[in-house]
């Protein structure tokens, strides 16, 4: 079979916390987090169906079209993705509400005729997205929706430049040590008005403040919104229906 080496930006996602809820709602959860992410690589700029998507079962992995620039996969995409899931877990029931962690990484890989994908750069995006240090992230802040670790090649290419909508001081280094990957990698939970956070100890949620809402989530960086109640146009964000196949493309 012929295959050619290619440089691609990668993207991988996986549900947290997928085990136990049962066919029905990981069912459902699967068609939800299909939709969210082709409407947020839509925005971005990436066209979903040149894609080469992989199901990993509780989540996937999108390897991006050749030539896509690795800032398309943070900008607008990561606090778009987060939004939409943020905007669906405030109507959803506890057994579909959805936490992603993400990995995001970028190199050369050999891309078969019928969209097969392997190499060394798919290995390091599977440690990163499995790391202790984005479990971790989740597990200290439960109102999380997200958590992106990205490697350090990924960070000095896309994020160091702070192009419009990255901010590299919402990163933090961090170490990374699963199998046979050992190494530096930039740790990134979005913050909950849709701007860069800087990530650290998790923050005191239990403010008199009022609530926020999905329209909050996706405002640009540097604003704040601040609605106390999801009412009328309050969540801007909604998920057609449709039967939505996360598996994708091979």
């Known amino acids: ?20 809820r049962g066919d029905v709602a990981l069912g459902q959860i699967r068609q939800v987090l299909s939709a969210a992410l082709h409407a947020s690589f839509t925005r971005g700029g990436v066209d979903w169906d040149d894609c080469l998507r992989h199901d990993l079962g509780d989540g996937m992995r999108v390897v991006a079209p050749a030539g896509t620039p690795e800032t398309s996969l943070i900008h607008p995409l990561v606090h778009e993705l987060t939004a939409r899931l943020r905007a669906h877990n405030l109507l959803a029931g506890k057994p579909t509400r959805i936490r992603l962690r993400m990995a995001l990484h970028a190199g050369s890989v050999q891309v078969g005729r ?20 984005v479990r971790a992230a989740l597990a200290q802040d439960p109102e999380a929706t997200t958590a992106l670790l990205a490697s350090e090649h990924f960070h000095e290419t896309a994020v160091c430049e702070g192009r419009p ?3 590299p001081a919402a990163f933090r280094r961090v170490d990374v040590r699963e ?7 930039w740790l990134h939970v979005p913050a909950y008005g849709g701007g860069p956070q800087a990530t ?13 809402t999905a329209s909050d989530v996706d ?22 229906n449709g039967t939505m196949n996360i598996g994708g493309k091979q």
């Open 165 to 167: 909508g990255i901010e």
């Open 1 to 20: 079979m012929e295959e050619v080496r290619e440089y691609r930006a990668l993207f991988a996602v996986d549900i947290v916390g997928s085990s136990g």
């Open 114 to 133: 019928d969209g097969t994908v392997s190499g060394r750069p798919l290995e390091v995006l599977a440690r990163l997205l499995d790391a202790e240090p």
């Open 200 to 212: 650290g100890p998790a923050p005191d949620r239990t403010s008199s403040a009022p609530d926020r």
């Open 179 to 185: 199998k046979e990957f050992a190494g530096s990698a």
């Open 219 to 240: 405002a640009p960086a540097g604003n704040t919104k601040v609605i106390s109640k999801a009412s009328g146009h309050g969540v801007i964000y909604a998920l057609g």
